[in-house]
């Protein structure tokens, strides 16, 4: 079973709005931290939030704070990432991830866990 599975990247106009998902296998979800991610090709990884299991503790990345909401749905075992008032430099390749909470913020881990990725594109 793949451990991360994202969705609802796409393209969208400066301003707009975008919700993605992750949907996590029950034992990663459980286990693990969850995060954000987002890489444009020929720079670094950017973290953009994290949320600790329960809904216990949200971070976010400077960038993104107050226009992007971190979210878990305990039922579904899904992560959500609400991203209003996007900006053309949010167009980005958005990876979901897991890890030990104490990581999660991290660029990267020895126990990351990652997302295949989905593209977000804002136009200006």
């Known amino acids: 079973q793949v451990p991360l599975v994202e969705s609802g990247g796409g393209l969208v106009q400066a301003g707009g709005s975008l919700r993605l998902s992750c949907r996590a296998s029950?034992?990663?979800?459980?286990?693990?931290?969850m995060g954000w991610f987002r890489q444009v090709p020929g720079k670094d990884r950017e973290f953009v939030a994290a949320?600790?299991?329960?809904?216990?503790?949200?971070f976010y990345g400077d960038s993104v704070k107050g226009r992007f909401t971190i979210s878990i749905d305990n039922d579904l075992m899904t992560m959500y990432l609400q991203m209003n008032d996007l900006e053309p430099e949010d167009t980005a390749l958005y990876y979901c991830?897991?890890?030990?909470?104490?990581?999660?913020?991290?660029?990267?881990?020895?126990?990351?866990?990652w997302g295949q990725g989905t593209q977000v594109t804002v136009s200006s």
């Open positions: 991830a897991a890890d030990m909470f104490a990581n999660i913020r991290a660029i990267n881990s020895g126990r990351r866990l």
């Open positions: 949320i600790g299991s329960g809904n216990s503790a949200t």
């Open positions: 029950e034992r990663t979800f459980r286990t693990y931290a």
